[in-house]
């Protein structure tokens, strides 16, 4: 696609439900991302993928919080039981062959607004 | 560990001025590049200039340019000629080359401008 694509753009579910956020990031892009952006607060690294293998799971808040690749291409990130803490802007973006050793640009999505109540 | 610190929270200029805003970082790494992002309203990221840090000349992208203090650890961002559309959130992010395969921009807390008519 022409640019990063994240679905639902937003999603209002109960604290205790479980949630699935879609990434489908630009074609050709083997590097993909996915960040948190808490209302006020930057963005919180969370899991880092190339190709279908995520070298980087650090960022995951907990063992609630899941992420896969499949296809090197389409990104699924799961919270499940879901906390009030959750409600947050969660961002993925992508890029060519990964963001070093050349800088190469990562391209954002336009995110999806979870809010848990 | 890497942390980058932008000290305005907020800041608001006049349409057709020039405005700066401040980035502080901090790092033992000699290698490593630094990146503006703007996020409008809409929430997209995107790219406003990057910099190497091997490299000693300041980027520019036509209105944005950038004072790059290497020893000083700071990383400014000066927008020329402001423009209306230039209102939204900056991001100031720093990113070391991979070390065990992990990829990881780090975010400041951003600095709301608005451009005033």
């Known amino acids: 696609g022409a640019g990063v694509s994240q679905s639902p753009s937003n999603k209002v579910t109960e604290k205790g439900k479980d949630v699935e956020l879609r990434c489908d990031p630009i074609?050709?892009?083997?590097?993909l991302y996915w960040y948190r952006q808490s209302l006020g607060q930057g963005l919180e690294f969370l899991i880092y993928?190339?190709?279908?293998?995520?070298?980087?799971k650090s960022g995951l808040p907990s063992d609630r919080f899941s992420a896969e690749r499949t296809g090197g291409s389409v990104s699924t990130l799961t919270i499940q039981r879901t906390q009030q803490e959750d409600s947050a802007v969660y961002l993925c973006?992508?890029?060519?062959?990964?963001?070093?050793?050349?800088?190469?640009?990562?391209?954002f999505g336009e995110g999806s607004w979870l809010t848990v109540v | 560990a890497q942390t980058v610190t932008q000290s305005q929270p907020e800041m608001s200029v006049q349409e057709a001025e020039t405005v700066t805003l401040s980035c502080t970082y901090d790092?033992?790494?000699?290698?490593?590049?630094l990146f503006w992002y703007k996020q409008p309203p809409s929430r997209q990221m995107i790219l406003v200039i990057r910099q190497e840090a091997y490299k000693q000349q300041n980027a520019t992208e036509n209105r944005f340019s950038v004072n790059f203090q290497k020893a000083a650890k700071s990383f400014s961002l000066k927008i020329s000629d402001s423009q209306l559309g230039d209102t939204a959130m900056y991001f100031c992010?720093?990113?070391?080359?991979?070390?065990?395969?992990?990829?990881?921009?780090?975010f400041g807390k951003g600095t709301k401008l608005t451009v005033n008519p």
């Open positions: 074609s050709g892009h083997t590097a």
């Open positions: 993928f190339q190709g279908n293998s995520a070298p980087d």
């Open positions: 790092t033992s790494e000699n290698n490593y590049y």
């Open positions: 992010a720093f990113l070391v080359p991979p070390q065990g395969g992990s990829e990881k921009l780090v």
């Open positions: 973006a992508s890029s060519l062959y990964g963001l070093s050793p050349s800088g190469n640009t990562i391209y």
